[in-house]
């Protein structure tokens, strides 16, 4: 099992850049896929980016939403992934999930385990 724990949300202007962070517990994290997902108000959870586990290459995908403006990276020393966003939007607000499926696909990821999240809100 892992446990996860989002971190690095907050308030900013739209054009901004947040980081967040998710830190990982447990063993052996280089063999999970992580991924981002998340979910505005009145909406459902939607998938951001997802990267793979060692196995898989550090293969990366993304939602066309956020395609050229968020980066997925992954640190296994550190057991942590991160979601760099950059050029951020009004309608990138929402609460932001970090998720992980031991050797997991990254194509379709779904997810197993789940941090509790963290609040991004972006004003215009």
């Known amino acids: 099992q892992v446990q996860l724990v989002e971190s690095g949300g907050g308030l900013v202007q739209a054009g901004g850049s947040l980081r967040l962070s998710c830190a990982a517990s447990?063993?052996?994290?280089?063999?999970?896929?992580m991924g981002w997902f998340r979910q505005a108000p009145g909406k459902e959870r939607e998938f951001v980016a997802t990267?793979?586990?060692?196995?898989?290459?550090?293969?990366?995908y993304y939602t066309d939403s956020v395609k050229g403006r968020f980066t997925i990276s992954r640190d296994n020393a550190k057991n942590t992934v991160y979601l760099q966003m950059n050029s951020l939007k009004p309608e990138d607000t929402a609460f932001y999930y970090c998720?992980?499926?031991?050797?997991?696909?990254?194509?379709?990821?779904?997810?197993?385990?789940w941090g509790q999240g963290t609040q991004v809100t972006v004003s215009s």
């Open positions: 990267i793979s586990w060692s196995g898989g290459g550090g293969s990366t």
């Open positions: 447990g063993r052996a994290f280089g063999t999970y896929t």
């Open positions: 998720a992980a499926d031991q050797f997991g696909s990254a194509y379709g990821f779904r997810g197993t385990y």
